[in-house]
């Protein structure tokens, strides 16, 4: 009768892990491309502005920013998800231990 009990918990375990797995990959993808898609159309405005206008040294610095600043989110986002995916493989990897 404990052999049951003990299974039934490993199994509620291994079921709120897995539970919490699905959760981080739901979390990871919209942020990372909310703040992409904010940044690059920002930065597609800045390049039509800079066709339109005369002061191009000053665009040129906004779209130089810009891009930069696309390229750090990429980066952190990579970095984010990178970190997110060894939380959740190692969370798999507890889940099927416990269901075993």
């Known amino acids: 009768r404990r ?3 003990a299974k039934f918990l490993d199994n509620a375990r291994a079921e709120k892990i897995n ?7 739901k979390k990871l993808s919209p942020w990372s ?7 690059k159309n920002a930065l597609d405005n800045a390049n039509k502005e800079l066709e339109n206008k005369d002061s191009l040294p000053s665009c040129e610095s906004e779209v130089a ?3 930069h600043k696309v ?5 952190r986002t990579w970095d984010n998800s990178t970190e997110r995916l060894a939380l959740a493989t190692t969370k798999l990897a507890e889940a099927s ?3 075993r």
């Open 71 to 75: 390229q750090l989110i990429e980066e």
């Open 65 to 67: 920013a810009l891009n």
């Open 19 to 25: 539970e919490e797995v699905r959760d981080l990959q």
């Open 97 to 99: 231990e416990a269901y």
């Open 33 to 39: 491309r909310n703040d992409l898609v904010t940044n």
């Open 3 to 5: 052999h049951g009990k």
